[in-house]
């Protein structure tokens, strides 16, 4: 079993940066593939970045490559995602899921939340222009 606690989330301006974490607990987690997904207002959840226990795969959506990078810290159990140069468009609750690595059969299973078991509870992130 592996509960997440997402954290640093907030309110900032266009350009800004802020950093999410996700603390876990649970003995798994550190063999665990981490994704983060984010929900804007009236849609649908996305995802936007996945670290994998595979090779060092890390995946990113086309619209946060080169601004957002995600990474791990197994000695804390935390996961976190660096968002730097932050446009209105990414304004979204953001949530990081946790997932067996027997889940994901290929690169594209990452992208996908049904492949994840394990969910944070979510956080605000608010970009004004």
């Known amino acids: 079993q592996v509960q997440l606690v997402d954290s640093g989330g907030g309110l900032v301006q266009a350009g800004g940066s802020l950093r999410l974490s996700c603390a876990a607990s649970g003995r798994r987690f550190n063999s665990y593939a981490v994704g983060w997904f984010r929900q804007p207002p009236g849609t649908e959840r996305e995802f936007v970045a996945a670290?994998?226990?595979?090779?060092?795969?890390?995946f990113y959506t086309d619209s946060v490559k080169g601004r957002f990078t995600i990474s791990v810290d197994n000695a804390k159990s935390t996961a976190y995602l660096q968002m730097n140069t932050l446009k209105p468009e990414d304004t979204a609750v953001y949530y990081c899921?946790?997932?067996?690595?027997?889940?994901?059969?290929?690169?594209?299973?990452?992208?996908?939340?049904?492949?994840?078991?394990?969910w944070g509870q979510g956080t605000q992130v608010t970009v004004s222009s």
């Open positions: 899921a946790a997932g067996d690595p027997r889940a994901y059969l290929t690169d594209s299973d990452y992208y996908f939340s049904n492949r994840y078991g394990y």
């Open positions: 670290f994998t226990r595979s090779g060092g795969k890390i």
